[in-house]
């Protein structure tokens, strides 16, 4: 599911950030679901709704590769994504991440 393999550790150790509101990159809409960021030491990140650090069975929407820009206003984090760019899966697993 990743888009290339981390060239640290093989698949991305993705590490839990915080809470997050995402935002459109085009109109600046807030896109609801969303709610956690991850990061990978070799920079990968992550937008997600749902717990995948702990397996859970809610469903996923998710963000990898565009996201424009990442900002911490006061009391959150902002992060502007290209919503063409959102995937949905199901799956409590995602081959190519590992969630902590």
């Known amino acids: 599911m990743s888009i290339q ?5 093989g ?3 993705m590490v839990a950030q915080g809470g997050c509101a995402v935002r459109n990159n085009e109109n600046d809409d807030v896109i609801p679901y969303f709610d956690v960021w ?3 030491d070799c920079g ?3 937008v997600c709704e749902g717990r995948p650090m ?3 069975p809610s469903s996923i929407r998710h963000y990898t590769s565009a996201i424009e820009r990442i900002e911490r206003l006061e009391f959150a984090w902002w992060i502007w994504v290209d919503p063409d760019l959102i ?4 799956s409590t ?4 991440y590992d969630f902590r």
């Not at 393999?5 to 550790?9: E, G, S, T």
């Not at 697993?93 to 190519?96: A, E, K, Q, S, Y």
């Open 93 to 96: 697993v995602l081959d190519g």
């Open 87 to 90: 995937y949905y899966t199901e």
């Open 44 to 46: 990968e990140k992550f």
């Open 38 to 40: 991850f990061k990978c």
């Open 5 to 9: 393999p981390c060239p640290l550790y």
């Open 11 to 13: 698949d991305h150790e």
């Open 54 to 56: 702990w397996n859970t």
